[in-house]
């Protein structure tokens, strides 16, 4: 029988979202615009639109279709990525948009506007697989206005005070993983700055090469780490995304294929074993949930693209005192590092609150729990 959250959900989550929408409206109303020049900082609407496109469709399908891979949880895992990207990218406009109205009064927005915004709801989707299917509507819409939040506040930070702008950077579940790998080098490239000759295009085909090493890569370790000899469909899924990841972070230092080939392979291997033997014991030994692999895909993977970047700075620099300088600039890493965990301590004390009627642990997983089906309906 499927679990009666139904008051739970009314209390909580309908408030909730007629609250943040009629918001939004408010504060766009009075205080967000449309760009009405044609053609701003060189990006015009034609060469824009066909990446916008790409990002959008990586982000609510590729992300979406990735979170169908939970046998009773699928159209939650849709269902809940669509409405929190929604959520997320109208909040990102208006954190994006901060400077902008305190010094002209309002915010103009853009196609460049949403992609960005697009790329902070990306980062709340990534934190939100952690907890699939333990959490209800409400904490994921919790975690994703925190998580954009610390986003913003991360890119302020380095912009400020560092003066650091680095953004140059089941069945279905498998199509997600297409998606993301057919759309991940527009994700890495659209915000490559297009004034230097070749940028834009090195960073395309180097986001290709990462990501099909690394899917060979991930076959091949899979196979190598399973006693049977035998492919694990989830680490092809998630793990050869972890080239991607790696070249994203490492982008502006990545000048040859071979490069990127490399990054691709390792972060394959890092991944790929990471998901095998890590993801367990952090379960077993310290309770850390993970039900999509977060640490192995993501967490990892950019550890390595930003240790990868590091090194190839430093190959690149024939000075010796400018080489210590990049190694000095990148130990500043350590604010972005800290303010993560700073948020996902916050997140994770508030998202404990019984406030929110968390799922009980036998009724997680279970799309009964926050959808209605007709053909399960009990005849009265």
Not at 72 to 78: A, D, E, K, L, N
Request: net charge positive.
């Amino acid at each position: 029988m499927a679990p009666q959250y139904a008051p739970s959900l009314r209390s909580r989550l309908v408030p909730m979202l007629l609250v943040l929408q009629l918001g939004f409206i408010l504060i766009y109303a009075f205080y967000i615009e449309i760009e009405s020049n044609i053609k701003v900082y060189g990006i015009t609407f034609s060469n824009m639109y066909p990446e916008f496109h790409d990002v959008t469709v990586m982000v609510i399908l590729g992300f979406g279709y990735m979170c169908t891979f939970l046998v009773r949880y699928g159209f939650s895992g849709s269902g809940f990525n669509l409405l929190v990207t929604v959520i997320a990218i109208q909040w990102a406009i208006i954190l994006n948009g901060i400077k902008n109205w305190y010094y002209r009064g309002k915010i103009r927005i853009d196609l460049k506007s949403l992609v960005v915004a697009e790329m902070c709801a990306a980062s709340a989707l990534i934190s939100i697989g952690v907890v699939l299917g333990k959490t209800n509507p409400v904490h994921l819409i919790l975690i994703a206005l925190l998580e954009v939040s610390g986003f913003v506040l991360n890119e302020w930070l380095l912009q400020t005070l560092l003066k650091k702008v680095d953004r140059k950077t089941g069945l279905f579940s498998i199509l997600g993983t297409l998606f993301l790998c057919v759309f991940w080098p527009s994700l890495n490239s659209v915000l490559v700055d297009n004034r230097t000759p070749g940028r834009r295009l090195g960073a395309v085909l180097s986001t290709y090469l990462a990501l099909a090493v690394s899917a060979v890569t991930a076959a091949a370790v899979s196979s190598l780490s399973s006693p049977e000899g035998k492919l694990n469909p989830i680490h092809l899924q998630s793990c050869m995304l972890a080239g991607g990841v790696s070249i994203g972070v490492s982008m502006p230092a990545v000048h040859q294929p071979w490069e990127a080939m490399t990054i691709g392979f390792t972060a394959a291997v890092v991944s790929t074993i990471g998901f095998r033997y890590l993801k367990s014991h952090m379960l077993l030994a310290f309770k850390f949930h993970d039900t999509c692999a977060v640490l192995s895909t993501h967490g990892l993977p950019g550890l390595l693209g930003w240790l990868a970047h590091l090194l190839l700075q430093i190959k690149d620099c024939d000075d010796h005192t400018t080489a210590i300088r990049f190694a000095v600039f990148h130990i500043c890493s350590l604010i972005t590092i800290s303010l993560s965990l700073c948020m996902g301590i916050i997140t994770g004390l508030l998202l404990k609150w019984n406030f929110w009627r968390p799922p009980q642990d036998k009724k997680c997983f279970d799309d009964q729990a926050f959808w209605e089906f007709l053909h399960l309906a009990v005849q009265k």
